[in-house]
């Protein structure tokens, strides 16, 4: 069972908890709306939008507030200030991607990239109405939060293997095209970042390398063994990569390569965590710690 809390930003009170997501357990043991609980939730206006799992039953379904009641829950929409469900939508596979709120033609979008074959789709964020999806022939392992460059284009990417979305409006239409597809360009351990038209990230296999790519062509513009299987931020100009053997590296990456500048053994092997930066302050954790580091 999924269990989602609103807190104060003020006073940091529990503001609502209530169940989120499905009872039902599949036949085989395993909760059906697992891979949700890898997935961020994303705040829109006055609404919190989540990514849930399927419900074994309709009964464990709960009535929206929507005048024509989607089918489905693979996204939800709650009310921020009560909790109550505003809006349900889609029968899909979640998958680890946390949705997204995107601008394309002037039109507000929450695109989710799923699991297996269901591939990548856009929903109004208003009611849940899907707008566009775009199937995949093939999927694996762990499925990365795609790389929305802010003109059109998502990288979606996983172990095996990475794709470009190209988005066009055809009248008032959203149309998904694939633009390019490559086994050989792969991220498995954390989001890749973008930066102008290249996205980089760790692979996720083996030693994983830190990769650029550009996001047009697909073609693979470096590789760097510096750190092994690394998530990072990036803040005031720097790329600060933590490894999961819980080396911090300040870096400076661009389309051209990476250059590491200096680096701080602050964790322990598994840091899977990638950082936070506020302000100045970056925080990172391991499976014992959780520390707040001062940048300046």
């Given amino acids: ?131 566009w999806q775009f199937p995949f022939t093939d999927s694996f392992g762990n499925q990365m939060s795609p790389v929305w460059d802010g003109k059109g284009t998502f990288l979606c990417a996983n172990a095996g293997g990475t794709r470009a979305i190209k988005l066009t409006q055809v009248g008032d239409t959203t149309v998904p095209r694939e633009l390019w597809h490559s086994k050989r360009v792969r991220f498995g351990i954390a989001n890749p970042i973008r930066v102008g038209d290249c996205a980089f990230g760790a692979t996720g296999q083996g030693r994983a390398l830190i990769m650029g790519v550009d996001m047009n062509t697909g073609k693979r513009t470096w590789a760097k063994s510096e750190l092994d299987h690394a998530s990072c931020v990036v803040g005031g100009g720097k790329t600060i990569f933590l490894d999961w053997n819980g080396m911090l590296a300040l870096t400076t990456t661009t389309a051209e390569g990476l250059t590491v500048h200096s680096k701080c053994q602050v964790g322990e092997r598994y840091s899977f965590t990638t950082p936070t930066l506020a302000g100045t302050t970056l925080y990172v954790r391991d499976r014992k710690h959780i520390m707040a580091l001062d940048l300046r």
């Fill in 1 to 131: 069972m999924a269990i989602a809390s609103l807190w104060s930003h003020g006073s940091g009170s529990l503001a609502v908890r209530r169940r989120a997501g499905p009872k039902g357990v599949s036949p085989g043991g395993r909760a059906e709306n697992q891979r949700s609980r890898a997935a961020s939730p994303l705040a829109y206006k006055d609404v919190v939008i989540l990514s849930l799992g399927q419900p074994k039953t309709e009964a464990d379904r709960e009535p929206s507030t929507q005048s024509t009641p989607q089918a489905g829950q693979t996204l939800a929409a709650f009310d921020q200030a009560t909790g109550k469900l505003i809006w349900r939508s889609q029968s899909l596979t979640p998958s680890h991607s946390s949705p997204q709120h995107i601008s394309f033609k002037s039109q507000d979008q929450i695109a989710l990239l799923m699991s297996r074959t269901d591939g990548l789709m856009g929903v109004d964020p208003e009611d849940g109405r899907l707008l």
